[in-house]
C-alpha cells in the first residue's frame, strides 16, 4: 500500500515537467555487462525505462567512449552520464544525489558493484584487501575511470590508456604490468574461462572496492530545474526496490 500511494505522488509530481525536451544520457560504448551494453541492453537500461514509464520522462541513449562522455557532460552537450561512480573531479562538472551531510546517496544509485584486482602469475604481486604488493608499482587501469585515482594516490604508476576489461587483461597477460584492477564482471569469467589467461592471471580474493554508480547530471541541466532531476533520483530509488525490478537483478548477477 505504502510503496502504490509513493507511486502515485511521484507520478503526480513530476506531471508538470513530462512534456520538457528529452534528456540526453550518455553511457560508456564499451561493454559493461549486466549493467550497460553498447547496444543500450542491460539492467540499467531496463532500470531507467521503467523510470521514463514512473515519471513520464523521455530519455535518449548515446553510447560514447567514457572520456567523452563525461566531457560532453560538462560542457552539456549530454545532460548527463549513466554509471558514474563519485569522484572530486566529477563534483565539479556535474550532481548527483546526495545526504544531508554532503555525501553521495547511495539509496538513489542505478546500481553498486566490486572493483576487481587481477595479478600476473609469478610476479610476486599480491592484495589482501588492505595492502597491495606491486613490485614494479605499475597498474592497469581503464581510460577516464576513477580507480587509476586511487591507484596513484597508493603510488602506483598506472597504464590507463585502455578501453575495456579484455584489453587490460592482455595488457596484464603480456607483462607490461603485474596488477590490474578492473571493473566488469565479464572479466572475471574471462580469467576463469578464456585460454589466453589460464595460468598467467590471477584474480585476488579480496575486491579492491565497491563503488555505487550513478545517474550524474551536468550541472546546467540540473540548475535548469532541480525538481525534475531530483524526481527522476527518487524514481530510480523507487525502481530499485520494487519486487520485480530486484527480481531481474539478482537473476543478472548471480
Not at 72 to 88: C, K, L, Q, Y
Not at 129 to 139: C, F, M, Q, S, T
Not at 181 to 195: F, N, Y
Request: charged share 25%; with cysteine; hydrophobic share 45%.
Amino acid at each position: 500500500m505504502r510503496l502504490t500511494a509513493s507511486l502515485a505522488l511521484l507520478a503526480l509530481l513530476c506531471g508538470s515537467w513530462a512534456t520538457a525536451a528529452p534528456l540526453k544520457l550518455c553511457f560508456e560504448n564499451v561493454a559493461q555487462a549486466p549493467w550497460t551494453m553498447p547496444d543500450a541492453s542491460g539492467l540499467n537500461f531496463e532500470l531507467l525505462r521503467r523510470v521514463e514509464k514512473l515519471t513520464g520522462e523521455q530519455f535518449q541513449f548515446h553510447a560514447r567512449p567514457w572520456i567523452r562522455c563525461m566531457e560532453e557532460t560538462r560542457t552539456g552537450a549530454m545532460d548527463a552520464m549513466i554509471g558514474a561512480a563519485d569522484s572530486p573531479e566529477r563534483r565539479l562538472f556535474s550532481r548527483l544525489p546526495i545526504l544531508p551531510d554532503g555525501r553521495a546517496n547511495p539509496d538513489k544509485a542505478l546500481y553498486e558493484d566490486r572493483v576487481d584486482v587481477f595479478l600476473r602469475e609469478g610476479s610476486g604481486a599480491a592484495w589482501d584487501g588492505k595492502d597491495l604488493v606491486n613490485p614494479r608499482a605499475i597498474a592497469v587501469a581503464q581510460r577516464g575511470y576513477f580507480v587509476g585515482d586511487l591507484l596513484r594516490a597508493r603510488g602506483q604508476s598506472v597504464i590507463d590508456n585502455i578501453k575495456s576489461a579484455e584489453e587490460g587483461l592482455r595488457v596484464l597477460a603480456a607483462g607490461s604490468a603485474d596488477v590490474a584492477v578492473l571493473l566488469g564482471r565479464s572479466a572475471e569469467k574471462m580469467v576463469q574461462d578464456d585460454p589466453r589467461f589460464a595460468g598467467r592471471i590471477t584474480l585476488a580474493p579480496q575486491p579492491f572496492t565497491q563503488f555505487a554508480f550513478y545517474l550524474m547530471v551536468g550541472r546546467k541541466t540540473y540548475a535548469a530545474n532541480p525538481a525534475r532531476i531530483e524526481a527522476i533520483w527518487n524514481a530510480i530509488a523507487t525502481v530499485r526496490i520494487q519486487p520485480d525490478y530486484r527480481k531481474l537483478e539478482a537473476a543478472a548477477t548471480h
